[in-house]
């Protein structure tokens, strides 16, 4: 893991988490209380984001995260990325997610 890089297990209770994750993967399934900010739409929503909390950045594997990591980082910011994102949050770690349809949450 980079230095910015937490483990799920690793996020406290209560901090800000960012999903950069695309409308559809968001509506699957999600963390409970996250920031929905899809990875383009990152540079014209900062306003959305709080700047006095560390945030932890998960997309579905780690990717994406990383890459909004190190601009958040670069603009003010204290992210972290979270290492595995959605798949180790609930497939590897069995963490709880909701969905915003009807359907049962998955990680897509």
């Given at each position: 893991?980079?230095?910015?890089?937490?483990?799920?297990?690793?996020?406290?209770?209560?901090?800000?988490?960012?999903?950069v994750?695309?409308d559809?993967?968001?509506?699957?399934?999600h963390?409970d209380?996250?920031?929905?900010?899809?990875?383009?739409?990152?540079p014209?929503r900062?306003?959305?984001l709080?700047?006095?909390?560390d945030?932890?950045?998960?997309?579905?594997?780690?990717?994406?995260s990383?890459?909004?990591?190190?601009?958040?980082n670069t603009?003010g910011?204290?992210?972290?990325?979270?290492?595995?994102g959605?798949?180790?949050?609930?497939l590897?770690n069995?963490?709880?997610?909701?969905?915003?349809?009807?359907?049962?949450?998955?990680?897509?």
């Amino acid at each position: 893991m980079d230095e910015d890089a937490v483990s799920v297990n690793e996020i406290p209770d209560g901090a800000a988490i960012v999903d950069v994750r695309e409308d559809d993967e968001w509506e699957a399934g999600h963390i409970d209380g996250a920031i929905h900010v899809p990875l383009g739409d990152l540079p014209t929503r900062l306003d959305d984001l709080p700047l006095d909390d560390d945030l932890y950045v998960i997309c579905r594997t780690g990717g994406r995260s990383n890459r909004a990591v190190a601009w958040l980082n670069t603009n003010g910011f204290d992210a972290f990325n979270v290492a595995g994102g959605m798949g180790s949050w609930h497939l590897d770690n069995g963490k709880p997610i909701v969905s915003e349809t009807r359907e049962e949450p998955w990680v897509k």
